[in-house]
């Protein structure tokens, strides 16, 4: 009880997933197959190679929103370069270069220059998704080496296709980053009062490029994993996937504002929306409302966690945020900030690059 | 006797596994001037919390001029039948201006505009700051005027009760006087008055009734007719145990590069001895958290020396280093990161010692928060709970602990230290700040109060226009002192 309970409590999406699946697998009994089991956890494999990143980027009280366009460029440059010069290899380190660099300008923007990171990313969504049509005139690329094909018909153990491979390593190294390493404790700091983690050593510019940087990585990764799993490279294969992932990140419980959020959740919210989208596809509902339940799970589900987490504060023992930080929450709730004089300093290592003085130090976060 | 305005009855707080408040009543009456007190988590804030609707309480009544209130946690409906409260850090917007601010979100905002100002004006005229301009910024006034003006806006609708809550933390003298002057003014117009405060000597002057609380539960509450001091102390904390008793001095051991520190202002050579605790002091305000913050590397320009070599930090990161840890003035802002559990707060700057290969030793960070725990007496929550949770010299604590017990400093800058927590956590921090100066560390503490200097420093400079003056103490009351060497 006190396990479901505290499930509950961090997070109603696990009680929506259960209710999903004992709702659709009572409308009818092809929902509950092995079979579609496993189309569900394959729909949303490349979904969550990006998303687990993301959620840590959110964590840390930043967001990314071109990751889709990311994955379109990263899937096409994967099969450009593989229809020139005949090499999957080529063609994969092209990609996963491609992913770097495009991280690497988001985070430089961000962490560095000291820039909005939805301006910039959303500036990115639209730069990247416009270079992914001009580079195949807006055609899907085919025809590639044999062991292009090979890799999309590859199954461990008869089973397993690569993308789930790497999406189950991606979670993995994400969970673990979270909550057992230090990078992952940075990354709550920097989103939970980024002025005090500064003043504390941590080098948050240096954290908030490593974060975009992996999340531009695993973006390309699943956008040429996207083109394996359909056998061909489309320019517009990305579209739409930034609103997918960002809503598994919030219906995973992880604040958009930073400083919150768990691992087990963000894989629930994947669920979730894997679960939803197959569902409605089995009971037979009209694909055009898959959206529309999606975005009314979502404000469901924030509403739900929403007042969850006020009950659960009156209650024993949640650690997380309790009744104390509401009434802080109160207290400030007019005033701050005014004074919120912006830390002059740079880091060590680039003060000759500044004049003296200059302040370097924003609060680049939301 | 008159009927009260407020009456709380029977009130129960729990939060968590912690009984904040225990089945108490209070009933404040016109006219009076209660003075609140008791130690960090004693119950006092939750209280004021619960009379102002900022917390609903597990059960209890309050009544209105002998009407029902529902106590839901709905601070507009309180603040609507006249009880207000001013909060330690004004809650004012920054961004707007003085007759902007008196007027937001309050009944006024739907009267015509004249009408706004001229309300505004009379509120603050009648908070004794009719010099203060509507159309000055917010942003532009010193503290205690800012507070004058959150007065003014509690005043400019319907007022009944007013609870301050450590409204002289950051006051200087005559700031403290003049807003005791206003308190006995409103008491005298039939107002309750609600002073929280860990002042004995503010409380035993000001207050016409003084109310302890102790672990949730008031014990005492007496007119303030022959109350002593001692009496105070004595109410406040009963188990004999005198503070820092169970302080075992200087654990880490004698640092083995204690340094001397020299500043180089433009007029003179200020020196900081290793071993020594100097204090800064000087005006709210003024540069000696200036000085503390470039020595930090938070601002450029400071020509300083730290043993033999240079020392200019880039930032915080370079300075802590070679040594040198900060504790600012402004917890909540600068310190403590909400959301993450007292522990990491504890050990957020020094993770590096406690992982191997990125991975953090849960045991040797558990082991190293219960060491620290029990040198500072931290109380409240568990380590892993939110930093949060625990009470504001509790919170303090955890910050005082990152800084001076898990690793030792070479040169320690505090920025009031021990402001607004009680006085049992201030001689827990006072024998703290004693024992890393006898380990050799270079210890320099700024602060505007002189108290604060008196309690924790060796010698001060004082803050002088262009000139720092240094003084020592001497066989004259050392804040005595103090306070001429700043108004000569």
């Known amino acids: 009880m006190r396990v479901v309970r505290s499930l509950a409590a961090t997070n109603s999406t696990f009680i929506g997933l259960v209710i999903l699946i004992i709702v659709f697998g009572s409308l009818n009994s092809r929902f509950l197959t092995s079979a579609n089991a496993e189309n569900i956890v394959l729909s949303v494999t490349e979904l969550a190679i990006l998303t687990a990143p993301l959620a840590l980027l959110v964590i840390s009280g930043s967001v990314d929103l071109s990751v889709g366009s990311i994955a379109s460029v990263g899937g096409v440059t994967m099969g450009m370069v593989m229809s020139d010069t005949g090499s999957l290899t080529l063609g994969i380190l092209a990609g996963l270069g491609f992913g770097v660099v495009a991280g690497a300008i988001n985070g430089g923007l961000v962490a560095y220059a000291g820039l909005n990171p939805i301006v910039v990313t959303l500036g990115f969504l639209a730069v990247w998704g416009g270079i992914a049509m001009y580079l195949t005139e807006g055609a899907t690329l085919f025809e590639f080496p044999g062991s292009f094909e090979s890799l999309g018909s590859y199954r461990l153990f008869g089973i397993f296709p690569v993308a789930l491979l790497v999406a189950v390593v991606v979670i993995g190294v994400s969970w673990w980053i979270l909550h057992a390493s230090r990078f992952g404790k940075y990354l709550y700091s920097i989103g939970g009062n980024e002025r005090a983690a500064f003043l504390m050593g941590v080098s948050v510019k240096r954290v908030r490029l490593a974060m975009f940087v992996a999340v531009g990585l695993t973006s390309a990764i699943a956008g040429m994993l996207l083109a394996v799993k359909l056998g061909a490279a489309a320019p517009q294969a990305g579209r739409g996937v930034e609103i997918q992932a960002l809503t598994v990140v919030l219906l995973g419980g992880v604040a958009f504002a930073g400083g919150a959020g768990r691992m087990t959740g963000v894989i629930a919210g994947l669920l979730f929306v894997g679960v939803l989208q197959n569902g409605l596809v089995v009971v037979g509902t009209s694909q055009f409302l898959q959206q529309f339940f999606i975005g009314a799970a979502l404000l469901v589900g924030i509403a739900i966690n929403d007042s969850m987490g006020r009950l659960v504060r009156r209650g024993p023992a949640s650690p997380g945020r309790d009744l104390v930080d509401v009434v802080h929450d109160a207290d400030t709730g007019t005033a701050p900030d005014g004074d919120g004089q912006p830390g002059p300093v740079s880091r060590s290592g680039e003060e000759g690059l500044r004049s003296a003085g200059q302040h370097d130090y924003e609060g680049s976060g939301q | ?488």
């Open chain 2, 1 to 488: 006797m008159s009927t009260p305005i407020v009456s709380l009855e029977n009130v129960s707080v729990t939060f968590g596994a912690t009984r904040a408040l225990v089945d108490e009543s209070l009933h404040i009456y016109p006219g009076e001037i209660i003075g609140l007190l008791g130690h960090n988590g004693a119950g006092k804030s939750t209280l004021v919390n619960v009379a102002t609707g900022a917390v609903a309480p597990d059960r209890g009544v309050m009544t209105v001029d002998g009407h029902n209130m529902p106590l839901r946690g709905r601070p507009k409906a309180l603040e609507a039948a006249g009880i207000k409260v001013i909060h330690q850090e004004p809650s004012l917007a920054t961004n707007l201006r003085v007759g902007e601010n008196i007027c937001l979100a309050t009944p006024l905002e739907r009267r015509p505009k004249r009408e706004r100002k001229r309300v505004a004006a009379d509120a603050l005229a009648s908070v004794g700051a009719g010099s203060i301009s509507l159309k000055a910024p917010v942003g532009d006034l010193s503290f205690g005027q800012r507070q004058l003006v959150d007065i003014a806006r509690a005043h400019a609708t319907d007022l009944r009760v007013i609870f301050l809550d450590e409204p002289t933390a950051a006051l200087g003298k005559k700031e403290t006087t003049a807003l005791h002057g206003l308190l006995v003014e409103l008491a005298q117009s039939g107002k309750g008055v609600v002073y929280v405060s860990h002042r004995l000597k503010d409380v035993l002057e000001l207050c016409t009734r003084i109310v302890i609380l102790r672990e949730g539960r008031i014990v005492m509450d007496q007119e303030n007719v022959g109350i002593t001091a001692a009496a105070l102390t004595a109410a406040l904390s009963p188990s004999s145990a005198t503070p820092g008793a169970t302080h075992r001095a200087g654990e880490l051991g004698a640092i083995d590069d204690a340094a001397k520190l020299m500043v180089n202002t433009p007029h003179q050579t200020l020196g900081f001895e290793p071993g020594k605790v100097t204090g800064l002091f000087g005006m709210a305000g003024d540069r000696q958290f200036d000085l503390l913050e470039s020595l930090y590397g938070l601002s450029r320009g400071v020509d300083a020396t730290l043993g033999d070599a240079r020392f200019a930090p880039s930032g915080p990161r370079a300075a802590v280093r070679a040594g040198v840890h900060y504790v600012s003035a402004d917890r909540e802002r600068d310190s403590l990161i909400d959301g993450m559990s007292a522990r990491d707060n504890l050990l957020l700057p020094w993770l590096k010692q406690f992982s191997r290969f990125g991975v953090i030793s849960n045991r040797r960070v558990r082991r190293t928060y219960d060491a620290s725990r029990d040198e500072l007496s931290i109380r409240g929550a568990r380590d892993i709970d939110n930093i949060s949770s625990f009470s504001g010299g509790n919170r303090q604590k955890v910050v005082i602990a990152r800084w001076m017990l898990v690793s030792r400093p070479r040169l320690l800058l505090l920025a009031q230290p021990t402001q607004g927590v009680d006085v049992s956590a201030r001689q827990e921090i006072a024998t703290a700040v004693r024992a890393a100066a006898s380990a050799g560390v270079t210890v320099v503490v700024a602060s505007a109060e002189s108290d604060e200097i008196d309690l924790l420093c060796d010698s001060a400079y004082v803050c002088r226009s262009e000139e720092w003056r240094p003084v020592p103490r001497g066989v004259r009351d050392f804040q005595e002192q103090l306070l001429a060497a700043l108004l000569a």
